[in-house]
């Protein structure tokens, strides 16, 4: 696996392949938009889609918690996709599985479970930012001072690379533009956005094992 090294306001970032960051000072792994629950979702009202996305994501997820063995996950909404299924269970058993790491979630759009659902899985809730020192952790992007930093999921990021002829492929990346940084889907059940190439842009494409700085 290898991953990018981003320094940010004096503090050492790990983008990882596995769409997912980790905050070395602060012992901390972060990802967004799981989108758990997707799969059963929409299986429900009539769509096949396949319910093995959600396990791979949690299986995923665990691998990266056994990996790094963090004080704390952290994620920027959109955890789970809908109302209640049983796919919460699913990221229950995670969550008793990893007891000892500090579980808190910034609340999405998609966060609509009730409060209770969270408590049940001892879920520390934030209703729309996390204010750390100088950094700002949110699910959509918010209006930060000069010497402030966001770091925001929501948009589902994608590059487009572009080979010889008419070849291209998009990929999940990680885009810091200015002040802010915007993670990739960590969901497999969640589709890209392709983002702009931008002069004053650092944008880190995802392969299955590395993370390229473009």
């Not at 758990?36 to 996305?53: I, V």
């Not at 299986?59 to 809908?82: A, M």
Request: charged residues 20%; hydrophobic residues 40%; aromatic residues 10%.
């Amino acid at each position: 696996m290898s991953a990018q090294l981003l320094t940010i306001h004096g503090q050492v970032f790990e983008l990882l392949p596995q769409k997912a960051m980790y905050w070395r000072d602060a012992e901390t792994l972060i990802v967004s938009d799981l989108h758990l629950g997707k799969a059963s979702h929409f299986r429900k009202n009539g769509m096949a889609l396949p319910m093995q996305s959600g396990m791979e994501d949690l299986q995923q997820l665990d691998f990266l918690l056994r990996l790094y063995n963090p004080k704390r996950l952290l994620i920027l909404g959109d955890l789970f996709h809908s109302e209640y299924n049983q796919e919460w269970e699913l990221f229950g058993a995670l969550r008793r599985k990893h007891a000892e790491i500090i579980f808190q979630l910034v609340r999405g759009n998609h966060d609509i479970l009730k409060d209770h659902h969270y408590e049940k899985y001892d879920i520390a809730l934030h209703l729309n930012t996390l204010h750390e020192n100088d950094f700002i952790f949110s699910h959509d992007k918010v209006p930060v001072k000069e010497k402030q930093f966001c770091i925001t999921g929501h948009i589902h990021p994608g590059f487009v690379l572009h080979g010889k002829g008419k070849q291209s492929i998009t990929l999940p990346c990680f885009y810091k533009k200015k002040n802010t940084l915007i993670m990739p889907a960590f969901g497999w059940l969640t589709g890209l956005a392709h983002m702009p190439y931008d002069k004053v842009a650092e944008v880190f494409v995802l392969t299955e094992a590395a993370v390229h700085r473009i």
